[in-house]
């Protein structure tokens, strides 16, 4: 946390995003390791009437949209980061990935702007008792600070790489330094209220209407 916001001060984004602690709505983190299947638990809540918030592609909306982002991301990584009002994100993958600080770099511009666009929505939703957001680096970037709940999607390693390998259609080596990337599923469940089974053993749908039951949404 305190290497995140010392980033943060260096590249002229040391604003604290704070959520508003007087609301009465609940909010579910969900995370998980890539190919862990919290896209489905997602879709779940959505057939509940649980709005969720898409952190991923609210991020690639942001690279694409916020004058903030697009600003610090050109002074550090230059002007042909973008093509006309698009971020090339091709060329964006190839300076992040493998590099840690460029990485780190590239999360302490989009991740604050990201948590207020994500407090942002929280607001309109307001008539909703309970929302979500689906962030696959919930803990990295801090959003757990902004949820009331952490629910954590589990899948056995090999499950995931199977999955990752048929979707993406990349090879094992892509998928496994893809994963390296990310904080180890160890550290995930440690950190998490409830855990989702997603093994093909235990039911997603009623591992979601139990969590939801202790959730009081019912």
């Given amino acids: 946390m305190v ?10 984004l040391c604003e604290i995003v704070k959520r508003d602690e007087g609301s009465s709505m609940i909010r579910i983190g969900v995370t998980g390791g890539m190919g862990s299947g919290k896209s489905v638990v997602c ?8 709005p969720v918030f898409d952190a991923d592609l609210e991020a690639k909306q942001l690279n694409d949209t916020s004058p903030e982002v697009r600003e610090a991301l050109i ?5 042909d980061l973008y093509e006309g009002d698009r971020l090339n994100r091709q060329r964006f993958a190839k300076l992040i990935f493998n590099d840690k600080q460029n990485l780190a770099v590239a999360n302490a511009v989009i991740h604050p702007v990201l948590a207020r666009r994500f407090n942002d929505w929280c607001s309109v939703q307001s008539r909703f008792t309970h929302v979500a957001i689906d962030a696959p680096v919930l803990f990295e970037a801090g959003f757990d600070a902004h949820v009331d709940t952490v629910v954590v999607v589990y899948s056995p390693k ?48 009623a591992q979601v209407a139990d969590l939801l039951a202790r959730l009081s949404f019912f």
């Fill in 3 to 12: 290497r995140r916001i010392l980033l943060q001060e260096e590249i002229g």
């Fill in 43 to 50: 879709d779940l809540l959505r057939l509940h009437g649980i």
């Fill in 75 to 79: 002074r550090h990584f230059g002007e």
């Fill in 158 to 205: 090999e499950l995931r790489v199977k999955r990752v390998i048929e979707r993406d259609r990349v090879n094992r080596e892509k998928v496994e330094a893809r994963m390296q990337n990310q904080l180890p599923e160890e550290d995930k469940l440690q950190r998490a209220d409830h855990v989702i089974h997603n093994d093909g053993r235990h039911s997603l749908i």
